[in-house]
């Protein structure tokens, strides 16, 4: 088995604490970090989606795979190419309220990071007044929504309307994502940009910033 197939598996069942010593051991032997977060970690959350979907697997599962998850995560975030010397933007970031999951916010928060932007943080379950708050502070230039669940889908887009409506519009652009989310949906309520994954996203990012 090679060792991205180990980290995967370690992931898909939940070993927190072998999931961070796999994947230094696959740092040390060379391995891409992007290969490794992609295929050892991303990929092993849709099986465990999956399985949840079949009824093979239930919550508590899914959390624990979400947390060896996030421990190989730690240790990846220094090798993955974090540049933080300069700040070309201000974002703020949050689950839409209703919504717990934040690997994927947290994924994205990391490579925006990386690509050279201060980003604070909301959470997850943020309400709209929090987005609002957040988002009048003069130096913010982008707002990002995450949301992973259909049922959150609406929370999303009203969290939009407000910012649409805010008085500071003019000034930020709004960035959405999230595994049920598509083009379409950010077209209809009102987006600036929608991207698929955290990597297109940090490049989408820089692109409002015009860099
Ligand atoms: Co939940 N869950 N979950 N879950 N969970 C899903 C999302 C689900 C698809 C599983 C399934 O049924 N196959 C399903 C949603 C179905 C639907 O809505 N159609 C589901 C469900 C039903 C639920 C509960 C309702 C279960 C229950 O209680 N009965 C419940 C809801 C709780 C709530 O939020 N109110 C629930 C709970 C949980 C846990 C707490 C146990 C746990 C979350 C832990 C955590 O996040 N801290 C969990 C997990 C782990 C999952 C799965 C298995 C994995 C999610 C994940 O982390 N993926 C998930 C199945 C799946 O996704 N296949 C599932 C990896 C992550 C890297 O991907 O988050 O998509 P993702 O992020 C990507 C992109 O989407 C994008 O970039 C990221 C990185 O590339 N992206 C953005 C995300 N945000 C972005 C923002 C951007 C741009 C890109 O710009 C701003």
Sequence with gaps: MSK????????EMGKAKVVP????????????PMEILNKGMIDSMGVVGEKFKNNEIFVPEMLVAARAMKKGVEVLKPH????????IGKM???????DLHDIGKNLVIMMIESAGFEV???GVDVPIERFIE?????????VGCSALLTTTMPA???????LNEAPFRDRIKIMVGGAPITQEFAD??????????AAAAAEAAKKLMGK
Excluded: F, H, R
Aim: with cysteine; proline share 2%.
């Design 4 to 11: 991205i197939e180990e980290i995967a598996q370690a992931v």
């Design 21 to 32: 010593g796999l994947v230094e051991e696959a740092l040390a032997e060379g391995l891409d």
């Design 80 to 87: 993955l190419g974090a540049d933080n010397s300069a700040t």
């Design 92 to 98: 703020v970031m949050g689950t839409v309220a209703g």
């Design 120 to 122: 604070i943080d909301l």
């Design 134 to 142: 957040a988002a009048s502070d003069p130096d913010v230039n982008i």
């Design 156 to 162: 999303m887009e009203e969290t939009v309307k407000a």
């Design 188 to 197: 209809k309520i009102g987006a600036d940009c929608y991207t698929e994954d």
